[in-house]
């Protein structure tokens, strides 16, 4: 059964750094758009790991963790290629926040 927790967790971390990957390759899709369509973004992803670093004892800082999930420091991630949020984003947005 342990090894098919290592295994497990190989094939997650694997997982994890392909979601990445591929979030990398399509710096066209827009943070707003991933929170109004799946309720997540590039920014939760960069807090979730934070928040499983600290439960497992380690200490990440947020912008260290960002840059490990944009590829590169969130400002100039930002600064290349988020686009401004239009009107109807910002609404969709706010309509699904609690």
């Not at 694997?14 to 997540?40: P, T």
Request: proline share 3%; aromatic share 10%.
């Amino acid at each position: 059964m342990e090894n098919d927790t290592k295994k497990n967790t190989e094939i997650e971390a694997a997982v994890f750094r392909r979601l990445l990957k591929h979030l990398d390759e399509r710096k066209d899709a827009q943070n707003i758009e991933l929170m109004n369509l799946a309720g997540f973004c590039r920014n939760c992803l960069s807090k979730w790991y934070v928040s499983e670093a600290i439960e497992r004892g380690t200490e990440v800082e947020y912008e260290d963790a960002r840059e490990r999930v944009y590829g590169m420091p969130y400002a100039e991630w930002k600064q290349k290629y988020q686009k401004e949020a239009t009107p109807e984003q910002l609404a969709t947005f706010n309509k699904t926040q609690p």
